[in-house]
């Protein structure tokens, strides 16, 4: 299942480091002119690393805006199409910015706009590798119909400690958090966190991955754990 797609406006951000996001979870779209022919040999060669999962678009017409009406159709029927994935646009055009927030407050879709691949890299490599099933797990039962999200985060901080496994330390929880907020899951308010992502999946506890440096035997979370905070489980 694809967990994030990004979509690129080549005219406005040339995707120097496509090859970057090569994970099976992403699905990386190229939008091109019209007029376009012919892309750059680095393009051709980041996005042949991702097999199947780099595609290249090419808009219809001439017009002016042709592009930008190519990627918002995309944009949308995405949002539809797959309510529990991730959405960044790749453009340094702000006129998309008023159809990404009628989407995130309309269908509650995680999407996001930015300048260049810098900020959706940093974001998508920001938790090791060996946290990536945990982060996608933690995804699934935040995104629960039977929560709206812890309001701050020290909730946020306790949730995780009861359940995520004991081998999982405060430093991966918080590499956890900072990616949950990266990848549109929620924003900050004052000192509130707001959840615009819904979904509707089944909700499971996560398991320990094997990991080369470590050999512990997985561990469930105990049940009546104490909370460091709030003693207030959301």
Not at 78 to 104: E, G, M, W
Request: glycine fraction near 4%; hydrophobic fraction near 35%.
């Amino acid at each position: 299942m694809i967990a994030t797609f990004i979509l690129v406006d080549y005219n406005n951000a040339p995707p120097a480091r496509i090859s970057e996001l090569a994970k099976s979870q992403h699905k990386v779209l190229v939008f091109l002119g019209h007029n376009q022919d012919t892309v750059s040999l680095e393009l051709a060669t980041a996005l042949q690393v991702l097999g199947k999962n780099g595609e290249y678009v090419q808009a219809p017409g001439d017009g002016p805006q042709a592009l930008d009406l190519h990627i918002a159709y995309y944009m949308g029927k995405i949002a539809c199409d797959n309510p529990h994935a991730c959405i960044h646009v790749v453009s340094n055009n702000p006129r998309f910015d008023p159809l990404i927030q009628h989407l995130r407050k309309t269908h509650q879709a995680a999407v996001s706009r930015s300048d260049s691949l810098d900020a959706v890299i940093s974001a998508q490599t920001l938790v090791p590798l060996p946290l990536e099933q945990f982060l996608a797990t933690v995804e699934n039962w935040l995104s629960s119909p039977s929560y709206h999200g812890p309001r701050t985060l020290p909730k946020l901080h306790n949730g995780l400690k009861s359940f995520l496994p004991k081998s999982v330390t405060k430093a991966e929880r918080q590499l956890i958090i900072t990616a949950l907020r990266e990848r549109g899951h929620y924003v900050i308010e004052g000192n509130k966190l707001l959840w615009p992502k819904a979904a509707t999946f089944p909700v499971k506890r996560p398991i320990t991955p094997s990991r080369q440096e470590r050999h512990e035997e997985p561990q469930a979370p105990k049940t009546g754990q104490s909370w460091d905070d709030d003693d207030i489980p959301f």
